[in-house]
């Protein structure tokens, strides 16, 4: 599995913090978010555009996750396009606003 560029690990992880999420969630976000960039440098899709979300939730699907696990890894997707617009301010991200986390029982 690709590691997460270190500055990306950090501002990731500050997010969460700031969020006050609880550690199980902190774990998890970030455990979809290495997923997701594992899984976008594998398949050739730009983590930084939105429209490789719905294929990486495809491909959990597919690979028989929860929709809990879904939910979870959308969110932690949705915190990273946050911060990755703040960063980079890249035009051809479609930010994904007023998503809230759902079903959060570990």
Known sequence: MQKLPDELNQKF??????????????????????????FCLKYHHNPFVSSSLPLFLGKLQEKKQSVQQQNQAKFAIVLFYDISISTHSQQNIAPIKNYSYQNTSY
């Open 13 to 38: 992880t500050q997010i969460l913090l700031d969020r006050k999420l609880p550690k199980p969630e902190q774990y998890f976000c970030t455990k979809w978010l290495r997923y997701y960039w594992d």
